[in-house]
Structures are given as C-alpha cells and as structure tokens.
C-alpha cells in the first residue's frame, strides 16, 4: 500500500533526479521547456522507487527533518549532474582559446542552451562535443548513474566528505588541462606566427604587420581546425568516455 512514508520516499528521489538532470549537460538545456525535464524526472523517479531498497526510512521523518533530507539530495544531484559539464566547459574554453589567437576575440554567437554569447570558435567546438555525446549514448549513462547513485548513496544519508572534496577539485581543476590539451596545436602555431610577426616588424618598419598578418591568421587557424577536427572530435570522445568512469568513481567516493 502506498503511504506517507513512500510518498515522502519518492519526493526525494525526485529531489535527486531532478536536480542532477537540471545541472547535467543536453537535459541541463534551457532549449528544453520545464515541463518535459518534470515529466521525465517524475517517470524516472517512479521507476527507481519501484527498484531500490526503501528501508533507509522506515518512520515518518518530522517537517524539520524532510527539510535537512531534501537538501542532502538536492546536493547530490547538483554534484552529480556538474560531473560531465566540466569537459563541456573545457572544450567550450579551448575555442575561446584559439578564438582570441586567431584575432576573433569579439566573434561571438549566441548559445541558446546556456542563454549567453560565447566565442564562435567555442561554439563550434561546443556543439561537436554534443554531437559525440549523443552518438556515444552519454545521455543514457546519466541516467544510468543516477539509478546507481541510489544503489551506493541511500537516500539522506550524503555527506561531503574529504573524498568528495579532493575528487571535485582535481575534476573541477582539470578543465583548464582539457582546454590547453584541446587548444595548444593550434596556440603554438600561432605563437611561432607572432614570433615570425615580430622579427618582419624589426626588419621592415614601415610595414603594418599585424594588420596586413590579422586576416592571414583568421584563415590560417580555420585551416588548421579543419585538419585538426577529426583529432578533436576522438580526443573529445575519449575525454567524455573518460569522465563517464570519473562519475562512477565521484559516485562510489559519496556513498562512503
């Protein structure tokens, strides 16, 4: 029979689902009307009721307790669902990256899913990480995880652990490494561009050099994204391959 107690069980999945598919990336999108992210978080938490053990609480909790519960899963859905965004913020960095060397600093575009401008290369590059992740089914593995999650964190009963911490900073940190890995074939050309640059400016003075050089980089660095983006396109899927591991690892390092 359905009760207080079951009903108070799946308001908290919810919580947790909800949340972590909010913050993820492709469900995260603000392209995707409210309504539709309710609907599925409500489908998927009804199934995971179905699936998992309920005697984490066996009592009606007090108001004031449903409150502390509610916010644990609400944080563990956030940490959760941030997990994959830091490669999409790596990627997106790495355009910004080669935007600003190839002189399109000011060359940006709107991005409908985050409701903001970014640089066009990073856009580019952007939207070729959710391609893969698409083909590669990681909007499967988040809901996967989530089912997991359950399995290794009961429901009220996340802490933020040491663990925690250093996982989420060694993973927060490294999408500065993902976007200089991205982006650095393409920054060291254009760094022996500037040098070469610099020694015509000594040798001949009376030539504008970075003028008559800004649309020669522009077409330079389109050049080389173009003969380069199959190798983005297999370091991004093994990046996002990788991170799918990274989330087990976040997962089973919360539930300690």
């Known amino acids: 029979m359905f009760g207080i107690i079951d009903f108070i069980i799946v308001i908290l999945i919810f919580i947790r689902i909800s949340t972590a ?3 993820s990336p492709v469900f995260g999108s603000k392209v995707i009307p409210t309504l539709p992210k309710i609907f599925l978080s409500i489908v998927i938490a009804y199934i995971v009721y179905l699936t998992i053990d309920r005697s984490a ?3 009606v909790p007090s108001g004031y307790m449903i409150i502390i519960l509610s916010i644990k899963e609400a944080i563990t859905g956030l940490v959760i669902g941030f ?3 830091f490669v999409f913020w790596g990627v997106s960095y790495a355009g910004t990256l080669i935007g600003f060397d190839m002189g399109l600093t000011m060359a940006e575009v709107f991005n409908p899913s985050a409701d903001e401008s970014n640089n066009i290369i990073g856009e580019f590059l952007y939207y070729g990480a959710l391609m893969i992740f698409f083909i590669i089914n990681g909007h499967h593995y988040i809901i996967s995880s989530l089912k997991h999650s359950f399995s290794v964190i009961p429901l009220g009963k996340f802490t933020l652990t040491k663990p925690v911490y250093d996982l989420i900073i060694v993973y927060a ?19 022996l561009i500037h040098i070469a640059e610099g020694i015509v400016s000594r040798i001949i003075p009376q030539m504008q050099v970075f003028f008559v050089t800004q649309p020669l980089k ?3 660095g389109l050049l080389m994204l173009a003969a380069i983006t199959p190798l983005y396109l297999y370091i991004i899927k093994n990046l996002l ?10 997962i089973e390092a919360m539930g300690i």
């Open 21 to 23: 598919l909010i913050s």
């Open 57 to 59: 609480i066996s009592a």
């Open 83 to 85: 997990m994959l965004q």
């Open 173 to 191: 940190a490294s999408v500065f490494v993902i976007a200089v890995k991205i982006a650095s074939p393409i920054m060291v050309s254009f760094f």
């Open 218 to 220: 522009i077409g330079i």
């Open 241 to 250: 391959q990788d991170y799918e591991s990274k989330l087990y690892n976040l």
